[in-house]
């Protein structure tokens, strides 16, 4: 190893999954246009719903109803300081709103929102949908925007 070049940390899953559903973003609209484009719009989807579905079912596992009020609770995806947000149950609905987020930080730091936005728009409403066909996201601000995202997660 030459005496300039540096050690690099290990590069966080995060970044590495925003990478790669960029260069798969990139190829499809090359390949086939916006047609491409929707097709991955409807992949997040689906993965959204299997990841609810996931979420349904540890929830069950643990004797809990898939309510709103569990629906945090058994999340699948851990929170690491990459990612910067506060919950707030309410009567009603949990609140979530983030200030930090790391698949948001790599698309913007790589020119590449247009891809993330498909990602950021689809994944929270299908996730929920898979948990609880009732579940609605309501994404009123998004980082790309707003500097922040936000979701409301009520029963319809």
Not at 10 to 34: D, H, R, W, Y
Not at 92 to 97: N, S, Y
């Amino acid at each position: 190893m030459m005496e300039d070049q540096k050690m690099k940390d290990p590069v966080s899953m995060f970044v590495l999954f925003a990478q790669m559903f960029s260069i798969t973003a990139k190829n499809l609209e090359k390949e086939f246009g916006q047609k491409g484009l929707d097709v991955l719009a409807d992949s997040v989807r689906e993965f959204g719903v299997m990841r609810g579905k996931d979420i349904a079912s540890r929830a069950a596992a643990r004797g809990q109803q898939n309510t709103v009020e569990n629906y945090l609770d058994n999340y699948d995806m851990e929170r690491s300081e990459l990612f910067g947000y506060t919950n707030e149950y309410k009567p009603d609905c949990v609140c979530q709103e983030f200030t930090k987020c790391i698949f948001a930080e790599t698309w913007m730091e790589a020119g590449e929102e247009k891809y993330g936005r498909i990602y950021c728009n689809n994944i929270d409403p299908a996730i929920a949908y898979g948990y609880n066909e009732n579940l609605e996201c309501q994404h009123e601000k998004i980082m790309y925007d707003d500097k922040k995202c936000t979701f409301c997660f009520k029963m319809k």
